[in-house]
């Protein structure tokens, strides 16, 4: 069981716009940033955002993130089909002095 | 260019230890601010963090898996090694080396993983 909560899945058409949620605690997300990871079929994770809201060199500016005391989301504006992949929130845990992470949102485009 | 790349049995029995090594390149484990951190995803699962070592040999472990998780580096050759103990086929995942960034608290280069099946 993932210290952080996401759907399982969200699905969209392309041009369209889908949010995905993380809910944690005041000791991850509510005192800490958030990042997400972007993992495609048969590939490692790659970081997607950093500290909340920022894309590292590379990333669209289709995604963006964003966050509201313990709870934060990430949204792709027009979808594309190569957005089809799974995203996991990670946040650092004051308690368990870890990163912990989100069980993961399979994306269906 | 930083890049990173795990190594390692594909098959390990269960209640054998596995061992695993990351190599890597593109920064050095001197450098003040930096990580190696390992982490898994079983198939169908969640990613899972397992440890963290640091630049300055600090180690963190995930709670769960403390009592059987050790991690060193070896800062001339640019390798961290991780030792898992007590395999079981619970722990049949896809292992990643990643590189942690203290400033930002992000893993944010990965090796490209490898399979480890645990099986009689």
């Known amino acids: 069981q993932s210290v952080l909560t996401q759907p399982p899945s969200a699905s969209g058409t392309p041009g369209q716009r889908v949010t995905i949620s993380c809910s944690g605690s005041?000791?991850?997300?509510?005192?800490?940033?958030v990042k997400w990871y972007q993992q495609l079929p048969g590939s490692a994770p790659r970081l997607l955002m950093y500290?909340?809201?920022k894309r590292p060199s590379g990333v669209p500016d289709r995604f963006s993130g964003s966050k509201s005391g313990s709870s934060a989301s990430l949204a792709i504006s027009g979808l594309q089909s190569e957005d089809e992949a799974d995203y996991f929130c990670?946040?650092?845990?004051?308690?368990?002095?870890?990163?912990?992470f989100g069980g993961g949102t399979r994306l269906t485009v | 260019q930083i890049t990173l790349k795990e190594s390692g049995p594909p098959l390990v029995r269960p209640t054998q230890t596995l061992t695993l090594t990351c190599t890597f390149s593109g920064f050095s484990l001197r450098t003040s601010g930096v990580g190696v951190g390992w982490l898994r995803r079983p198939p169908g699962k969640a990613l899972e963090w397992l440890g963290l070592?640091?630049?300055?040999?600090?180690?963190r472990y995930s709670p769960s898996l403390r009592t059987r998780l050790s991690i060193t580096k070896d800062t001339s050759k640019n390798q961290v090694v991780l030792t898992m103990t007590d395999m079981d086929p619970v722990d049949t995942a896809s292992y990643y080396c990643?590189?942690?960034?203290?400033?930002?608290?992000?893993?944010?280069?990965w090796g490209p993983g490898t399979l480890i099946t645990v099986s009689s």
């Open positions: 500290s909340t809201d």
């Open positions: 990670s946040s650092w845990d004051d308690r368990l002095n870890g990163p912990v």
């Open positions: 990643a590189h942690w960034e203290q400033r930002w608290y992000f893993f944010d280069h």
């Open positions: 005041i000791s991850n997300i509510g005192d800490n940033t």
């Open positions: 070592i640091y630049w300055d040999d600090d180690k």
